[in-house]
């Protein structure tokens, strides 16, 4: 009993160093920022299991149960998609983005890549970067800065620039801009409700609707429909 204890006060006495940013903590949060630079699901898993091993409360990432399935659900859907719709036909054309997205505009017309495309949006954005640039993120900058609303605002916006600059490598300036605006909606929205699963289903509907927009050749119409 007496070895047990002891080794539950160990297990205890490592959880609190993985949650705080002595050298052990530093080291878990640079691992997982390698394994996200690795792809974002890999990040993704490195958080979960840096949870648990911290002991650090899912609710606490955001995942609390939402409070309305049904109502989360459809009215995530309907945000993401309708929110692709603006910022393809409005704010990537005032930004003077391209009408087309050349980076994967291979996945027009091609049904054999499609599968490939929506496995990456549901497992590498909607899941993997939402953990990582939401959950993880707003956790560790929390405990760092604080739960006030300016040091909030302060994790909303570099996250943001955290988030932009990670899609350089893919897509460019006009990815960079993209998720800028994007980040900072999807964080504004974590930070508000502090649950993970309507952030989680707006940003997979958001992507999909891209992805649908480039399979059937209606970005350059969307993208012209009130700017040509």
Not at 166 to 185: C, F, I, S
């Amino acid at each position: 009993m007496i070895l047990r204890d002891a080794g539950a006060v160990r297990a205890h006495d490592a959880a609190a160093k993985l949650r705080g940013f002595g050298p052990l903590g530093l080291l878990a949060i640079v691992g997982i920022f390698a394994g996200s630079m690795a792809g974002p699901p890999v990040g993704a898993l490195l958080v979960l299991l840096w949870a648990k091993l911290s002991e650090t409360p899912r609710n606490a990432l955001g995942f609390a149960a939402p409070r309305n399935p049904t109502a989360t659900l459809v009215g995530g859907v309907a945000f993401g998609i309708v929110f692709k719709l603006v910022m393809k036909a409005l704010v990537m054309p005032l930004l003077g983005a391209p009408p087309v997205n050349a980076r994967y505009h291979y996945l027009a017309g091609d049904s054999a890549a499609l599968p490939g495309a929506i496995v990456a949006v549901l497992l590498g954005a909607a899941f993997g970067e939402e953990v990582f640039f939401r959950c993880y993120l707003f956790e560790r900058l929390g405990a760092l800065l604080g739960r006030g609303r300016a040091a909030l605002t302060v994790t909303v916006l570099t996250t943001a620039v955290l988030f932009a600059v990670a899609h350089y490598r893919d897509q460019g300036v006009p990815g960079v801009e993209q998720a800028a605006v994007t980040g900072l909606v999807f964080g504004g929205i974590f930070a508000w409700r502090r649950r993970i699963w309507f952030v989680m289903i707006a940003h997979a509907a958001f992507d999909l609707a891209a992805v649908a927009l480039i399979y059937w050749s209606w970005e350059g119409r969307v993208a012209q429909l009130f700017l040509r």
